[in-house]
């Protein structure tokens, strides 16, 4: 079979139980894709065709026995940010202060993958320790968008939402800390997912601001979004803020009401989000998918979430804050660089964090850093703590009297030109400023895809939900996609 990389995961299992094609067979032709393709879009840095073909090898041995209980992603061919450490594997971070640093011991998101049989393809590229909205701050080059090779894929997990639109892998998996998993798969065309904080174990997803990180899959649709959830999720031991809840079985749920419509559904739209700076095209095309879901029986209702214009401000300094702590652990002395300048240990100290981190790495730290200094705690952390609670509030008050699933743009614009927002951080930041408010308030997110521009680039809606409610989301998505397909394989490349 010659389209082997655009099968969804579902769809490459049953082919391999079939034994339509074998499990190397699968692997090979995205190995080739990602090989190919790498050079001109950068979305790995590693790549493991090695390691890859022995699991694949190993997926056939266990096939041919006839085994009945097979894994649920049997010979899936998939992507890891290289922000999730791999046992044996480089994990960079993109950053070159963790060059060389192999990891003894394995992400619990990962290792759950690999135990439901799916295989590693490689490690993905990222904006440096997941600081960024473009994957151009990446000390291996920037990602470059497939359905449009000047623009961006959107970041920080630009390299596994381009993995995945590219098929070079089915699923993979990134980190949202402010919406790095949903807003590079708004540029790319595919379906991302920000799980509700703790359904997810953080064990080995190198931490940048640990009260906001989560790890999730992109796919490109909703069953394999679904599979790859459920796999990954449920309680750690080695992560004392997972959730101790109960994981559904998303696939299972989802297709027991496909066809059922939205008609028990409240969809809450927030007036704050539809403002100023919304390109026209976006806001046309989301206001047309807000239509396509009342017309599956959904009920629409307009709703306030009135400290939103706070968040921005809050987030930039409660992300930053907890940076400067975690990123402290970086200092030549454990693992990764060791600057060969400076004449005593301050020195060496000094020397290797500002040869390691990149520019916009070094910004979040010495913000951070001051935000937390004495005289400035009280003024800026503190303060956006407390806006933080209000910005829940909000949240729970609309899910309590309003609605069931709240419906907004993932970013402003489009996927942007290479270069365009670099020299302007704070333009990059307001890039953010739909998607921070879930990961602020802990709550589940995904990323829809809803039609293409004049111009040939993605759009998507963004779907926020109550704690714990991603099978809601899931549902709503695909209601969605099912009377409005999206072909998140028809980029031109």
């Known amino acids: 079979m010659s389209n082997l990389t655009k099968l969804s995961a579902v769809e490459m299992r049953e082919g391999i139980l079939k034994k339509d094609f074998s499990a190397v067979e699968l692997t090979r032709h995205h190995l080739e894709r990602a090989n190919s393709l790498n050079a001109k879009l950068n979305s790995f840095i590693t790549i493991c065709e090695k390691d890859a073909l022995a699991q694949a090898e190993a997926t056939d041995a266990l096939v041919a026995k006839g085994n009945a209980a097979m894994p649920p992603l049997l010979g899936v061919p998939v992507s890891i940010k290289d922000m999730l450490v791999t046992e044996g594997i480089e994990t960079t971070c993109a950053s070159k202060i963790l060059k060389g640093f192999i990891p003894p011991y394995e992400c619990t998101a990962v290792r759950k993958l690999r135990e439901a049989g799916a295989i590693i393809i490689g490690k993905t590229n990222l904006d440096e320790f997941a600081m960024g909205s473009s994957t151009e701050n990446s000390a291996y080059g920037p990602t470059k968008n497939p359905w449009d090779e000047s623009r961006v894929p959107g970041g920080s997990s630009g390299g596994s939402a381009v993995s995945v639109a590219a098929g070079q892998s089915a699923i993979s998996l990134g980190t949202d800390t402010g919406g790095s998993i949903r807003q590079p798969a708004s540029f790319t065309g595919v379906i991302g997912i920000k799980p509700t904080y703790g359904r997810v174990s953080r064990y080995g997803a190198v931490a940048y601001a640990s009260s906001l990180d989560q790890i999730g899959p992109f796919a490109r649709t909703i069953e394999d979004t679904a599979l790859a959830l459920q796999t990954i999720s449920g309680k750690d031991h080695q992560d004392?803020?997972?959730?101790?809840?109960?994981?559904?079985?998303?696939?299972?749920?989802?297709?027991?009401?496909?066809?059922?419509?939205?008609?028990?559904?409240?969809?809450?739209?927030?007036?704050?989000?539809?403002?100023?700076?919304?390109?026209?095209?976006?806001?046309?095309?989301?206001?047309?998918?807000?239509?396509?879901?009342?017309?599956?029986?959904?009920?629409?209702?307009?709703?306030?979430?009135?400290h939103t214009e706070y968040a921005l401000a809050a987030y930039y300094i409660i992300a930053p804050a907890e940076a400067s702590s975690n990123l402290s652990r970086y200092d030549g002395v454990r693992y990764g660089l060791r600057s060969g300048n400076g004449q005593d240990l301050s020195q060496m100290y000094e020397h290797t964090r500002s040869e390691g981190f990149g520019t916009e790495v070094r910004r979040r730290i010495l913000t951070g850093t001051y935000v937390l200094s004495a005289g400035y705690y009280d003024a800026y952390y503190r303060k956006a703590q407390q806006v933080r609670t209000l910005i829940i509030n909000d949240f729970r008050k609309a899910f309590a009297d309003a609605c069931d699933v709240i419906l907004t743009p993932v970013a402003p614009t489009t996927a942007f030109k290479i270069g365009e927002n670099v020299s302007n951080p704070l333009q990059m930041y307001l890039g953010d400023i739909f998607s921070i408010t879930a990961n602020l308030a802990g709550l589940p997110g995904i990323s829809v895809p809803c039609g293409l521009t004049k111009d040939n680039l993605p759009t998507s809606f963004q779907l926020l939900g109550a704690p714990l409610e991603e099978g809601l989301l899931l549902r709503v998505a695909q209601e969605y996609l099912d009377a409005n397909p999206f072909n998140t394989t028809q980029f031109a490349g």
Do not use: Q
Request: aromatic share 4%; proline share 4%; net charge positive.
């Open 240 to 306: 004392s803020t997972s959730l101790a809840e109960k994981v559904p079985n998303f696939l299972k749920d989802l297709r027991a009401c496909k066809g059922n419509g939205l008609k028990d559904i409240r969809i809450g739209v927030p007036k704050e989000y539809f403002i100023k700076g919304v390109d026209a095209e976006i806001e046309t095309a989301i206001r047309s998918a807000v239509k396509a879901l009342e017309s599956l029986g959904a009920r629409i209702v307009e709703i306030s979430l009135p």
